[in-house]
């Protein structure tokens, strides 16, 4: 069953890290590249923000579906559209 506590939770977690990483997407390339630091906090934003909507995704789903095809399935989808190499 859904629970609308976890999705909104799930959804504030998304809406957080992609605002974090709004801020600091008008930092140049150079800036970036030089600064370990402002790298790794980019990169466990990202993780973090996906890691909320592949446990939204599984939320959904969670007794709809073989969480294992619907993983399998999900990186197909996000393959197709050029989320995932």
């Known amino acids: 069953m859904v629970e609308k506590a976890t999705v909104l ?3 504030d977690a998304i809406e957080r890290r992609l605002e974090r990483l709004q801020e600091r997407s008008a930092t140049s ?7 370990p630091d402002l790298q790794a906090v980019v990169e466990r934003n990202f ?22 095809t619907y993983v399998a399935q999900m990186t197909a989808r996000f ?3 050029g989320v995932l190499p």
Not at 29 to 35: G, K, Q, S
Not at 50 to 65: K, M, N, P, R, S
């Open 47 to 68: 993780e973090i923000a996906i890691q909320a909507a592949v446990d939204l995704g599984a939320h959904t789903l969670a007794g709809l579906e073989d969480l294992r």
């Open 29 to 35: 390339l150079d800036v970036y590249l030089a600064d």
């Open 9 to 11: 939770k799930l959804l």
């Open 79 to 81: 393959e197709a559209v």
